[in-house]
């Protein structure tokens, strides 16, 4: 698990905010006026963007959070201070008389974007604003942990600004323009691959081939930036983690739309730059990155990666297959984060509604969701000739592709004491036609402290009677699980 500690970090996001809006419609005909499409406005849904948005990612993550910077004074800017507020956002706007708070607007019809407008102020804050942020700066910094600096070129960042920050020793910045921040001499920056390209002033790799490309200007890349490590992100790519004395770490990212993308750069810098702050390595907060990003592709509009949906994602990079010894060892980490274990145990030789109604009332009652499965010689002594109908291996993997589990481990014993030995859970479950006090394991999870629990029964869902029913020709019963 790539989390060091369990502290609260004290986060600083300094930088350029903007309003997300994302409008959804349907298109029936094309305007007279012109041969573009009409949209009918149905809903429109407003998230904080830009630093705002990486600040929420940092709240939902469980960091305390601060967020310094500017907007006008208009509806904008105070809409986009109450939404950070309901976020977790200690937000410290700063008004700028007649400037416009930046605001991007996307239209989508049934789903596909088809147009974006913004409206944003480029022109550099004011120096009453300035001082006033350096106040702010001079008051939050001595208490960070680590401070995000988010510069997309909309003006909050002025050469004194930059100055601020530069001493501060976990400072990790995501710009646009990477140049101007070597002399900050930050701790990490995060430009992606055209705006590497721009910092080495070169043209684009002409075979295509980013990696290549980036791997081969590693050191150069460190040396541009100033920086004790560079990310260089590749969008469906993943991204490269470049450090001196070392090759580039990878991490692979999935494949999503290009329009379920947005902000997930903000949720990558969010994860990598807490996970460092608590401790870990560089490449644990690079994959902590990738995780987190890899949960909002998959969701329309600016959306927020949350701690427990980035540790759940994590669990599944690390393998939900587990043997029992290092899952025993996984299980002390989160016992220590006072997560709640839930373990169940079965056959699961043919997976039915029965089985996957029962399990995923049981991952709603923990944190971590554990099924140990029996083996094959298990299954045969409890089950007769010619069970499994499944190997072991074929039943971990479908029960692994369940969201609601979070380990798969095997057992070849008769009942699972040895793993409740083992394990200790604060919950064990069953499902099916049982009572508390036919379970023969159930003294022995109360002597640990744990609690037993029977979960609902699906009646005319069981293995062995559809196996039985598969066999002799009778058709199942409807409602049925194949």
């Not at 921040?181 to 910092?199: D, F, G, Q």
């Not at 390595?281 to 990738?290: D, F, K, N, R, S």
Request: net charge negative; with cysteine.
């Amino acid at each position: 698990m790539a989390t060091a500690n369990e502290k609260i970090v004290n986060a600083v996001v300094v930088g350029d905010v903007m309003l997300d809006s994302w409008l959804h419609g349907s298109v029936k005909r094309l305007a007279q006026e012109a041969p573009v499409p009409v949209m009918r406005l149905e809903a429109t849904e407003e998230a904080p963007g830009g630093a705002g948005n990486t600040a929420a990612n940092l709240a939902a993550l469980g960091a305390r959070t601060r967020l310094v910077g500017a907007v006008g004074d208009d509806e904008c800017g105070e809409l986009l201070g109450r939404s950070l507020r309901l976020l977790g956002v200690q937000a410290d706007l700063l008004v700028v008389p007649g400037r416009r708070t930046a605001h991007k607007r996307r239209l989508l019809a049934g789903g596909q974007l088809t147009a974006r407008y913004d409206e944003e102020d480029l022109s550099p804050i004011p120096p009453e604003t300035e001082r006033q942020l350096l106040v702010l700066l001079a008051e939050l910094l001595p208490g960070a942990d680590v401070v995000v600096a988010c510069d997309y070129g909309g003006g909050v960042f002025t050469p004194a600004v930059r100055a601020a920050l530069a001493s501060f020793p976990l400072l990790v910045v995501d710009a646009h323009q990477v140049a101007p921040w070597r002399e900050s001499a930050p701790a990490a920056v995060l430009p992606n691959y055209t705006e590497v390209v721009r910092l080495l002033e070169e043209d684009e790799d002409e075979d295509g081939d980013r990696l290549a490309y980036l791997t081969a200007r590693s050191g150069r890349l460190l040396e541009a930036t100033g920086a004790r490590m560079v990310v260089t992100t590749l969008d469906g790519d993943g991204t490269l983690l470049h450090q001196a004395g070392a090759p580039p770490y990878r991490t692979y990212a999935e494949p999503a739309p290009q329009h379920l993308t947005t902000g997930a750069g903000d949720t990558y810098t969010s994860a990598f730059a807490l996970w460092l702050a608590q401790g870990t390595t560089p490449e644990e907060a690079a994959e902590a990155g990738q995780a987190a990003a890899g949960v909002v592709v998959r969701r329309p509009g600016t959306a927020v990666c949350t701690r427990y949906e980035l540790l759940r994602a994590l669990r599944r990079q690390e393998g939900t297959v587990q043997p029992p010894e290092r899952l025993a060892r996984l299980l002390d980490e989160h016992r220590r984060r006072g997560e709640r274990v839930v373990f169940t145990n079965g056959c699961f030789d043919v997976l039915h509604r029965g089985h996957t109604s029962y399990l995923e009332e049981a991952a709603r009652l923990g944190d971590v969701l554990v099924v140990a499965v029996n083996t094959d010689a298990g299954v045969a002594r409890l089950k007769g000739p010619g069970r499994p109908v499944n190997p072991c291996e074929d039943r971990m993997s479908v029960l692994a592709a369940l969201n609601g589990v979070d380990y798969v481990t095997w057992f070849d014993e008769d009942t699972p004491e040895r793993l409740l030995r083992m394990f200790r859970p604060e919950l064990y479950v069953k499902g099916g036609d049982y009572t508390s006090e036919m379970l023969a394991e159930a003294p022995l999870v109360r002597s640990m402290g744990g609690e037993v629990r029977v979960l609902s029964y699906l009646p005319d869902h069981s293995t062995s009677a559809i196996i039985g029913r598969m066999r002799s020709g009778e058709e199942e019963p409807e409602g049925t699980a194949p």
